[in-house]
């Protein structure tokens, strides 16, 4: 676990410098042909794949002394009400809990790329999760590191109570100051990048908590949905719905694309060693690679099942809609979004960084 070695399927990569993000359209994801009865079999022994019986990802929800705060029908955080956008009820948790399965994944098994040993040395490694949302990350690393010290801070309070005992949950923003906070020798963050309002200040902060050495990795959809064979139309209903989501989000002050703009957000805080490696994140089982496949179909339930999730944030709040026109409006997305035709498929960005050892000025 840690350092990468073979990438998977869809990968692609750069080396430290430059640390801008690789073309990731550079390798096509071949499509899996058999999902076209009209062309007829291959001969290949392809079949016998399902789609059902995604996961049994647990959903238990820690009892907590913090409020919620219900909006058309779902759950949302109440401390710090209104700076996050999306719910955190258990259908939300179940979706977080099938993306954490999905990037493992993605990622080969790995649950980070940085070259971090968190069992190396005589001293306890520490690590910090920002907004560790159901803390599956968290926990997993917990159990891998025994000997790391590991907290995960979110908004809500919605972390299980039966933990790996190395592990921590806090009701905390990590937009707020966090003088009390030690300093880490690992800051992890993923699917933030629709969390995090002012990232320059967010990496300043991540950079003065940093030990000096110590790394911090950021795992980022880039949500340009895209294809490599122009089957995904503009007028796409999805395609026109994560328009959208964009539009609303952008009015409520998150910045849609900000996911591009890490590299350089870490170099002006002052990280070294800057590593992007693209994935693909197919949107259905259309892949002809069974590991994407099974990406795909992960990413295609997170996605139906969500649909509901990721508009009614951006549309009502931010783009002012009605509920029933978001219900509406979903209908034609919902009966289109599973087109084995439309190859799409979302970038995502594993970034990672150093704080240098030699800066002597950690807190
Ligand atoms: C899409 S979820 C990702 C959860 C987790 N990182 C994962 O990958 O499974 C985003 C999480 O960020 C939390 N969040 C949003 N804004 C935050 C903030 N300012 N400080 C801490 N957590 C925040 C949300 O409550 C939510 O749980």
């Known amino acids: 676990m840690g350092a990468a070695s073979t990438p998977p399927p869809g990968a692609s990569t750069s080396s430290p410098a430059p640390a801008a993000a690789e073309d990731p359209h550079h390798h096509h994801i071949e499509v899996d042909r058999d999902l076209y009865p009209e062309n007829g079999p291959d001969d290949d022994d ?3 794949y399902s789609s059902a019986g995604v996961s049994d990802a647990s959903t238990s929800l820690a009892s907590s002394i913090l409020d919620f705060k219900w909006e058309n029908n779902r759950r949302y955080h109440k401390f710090r009400e209104g700076e996050y956008h999306f719910p955190n009820d258990e259908p939300e948790q179940e979706r977080e809990n099938i993306k954490h399965l999905m990037v493992l994944q993605l990622l080969g098994n790995k649950l980070f790329l940085a070259p971090v040993d968190l069992e190396d040395g005589n001293r306890t490694k520490k690590v910090l999760d920002v907004g560790t949302g159901t803390g599956a990350w968290a926990i997993d690393i917990g159990d891998e590191f025994p000997k790391a010290d590991i907290i995960g801070i979110d908004l809500s309070p919605i972390q299980p109570s ?3 005992p190395n592990v921590r949950f806090r009701v905390d923003s990590a937009e707020d100051d966090w003088l009390d906070y030690e300093s880490f020798d690992f800051i992890h ?27 911090i990795e950021l795992q980022e959809y880039d949500f340009t949905l895209t294809s490599d064979d122009n ?8 395609y026109k719905c994560s328009k959208l989501i964009h539009q609303g989000l952008e009015a409520l002050g998150v910045v849609p694309h900000s996911t591009l703009r890490n590299p350089q957000y870490l170099r002006d805080a002052g990280f070294t060693n800057i590593t992007t490696k693209v994935f693909k994140v197919p949107l259905g089982v259309w892949p002809k690679d069974r590991t994407l496949k099974t990406i795909g179909m ?5 996605m139906v099942d969500g649909l509901n999730a990721i508009t009614m944030g951006p549309f009502t709040r931010g783009l002012k809609w009605k509920p029933e026109e978001v219900e509406v409006f979903l209908v034609e997305v919902r009966r ?5 035709k439309v190859h799409s498929y979302f970038p995502f960005h594993v970034v990672y960084a150093q704080r240098p050892e030699e800066t002597g000025e950690g807190s």
Do not use: C, V
């Open 46 to 48: 392809d079949d016998g």
């Open 189 to 215: 963050l993923r699917h933030m990048n629709a969390a995090i309002k002012d990232w320059p200040q967010f990496f300043d902060r991540a950079y003065r908590h940093t030990k000096p050495g110590g790394w």
């Open 231 to 238: 089957s995904l139309a503009g007028d796409w209903p999805y």
């Open 298 to 302: 992960y990413q295609r339930h997170a």
């Open 162 to 164: 039966w933990l790996p």
């Open 336 to 340: 289109t979004i599973e087109d084995p």
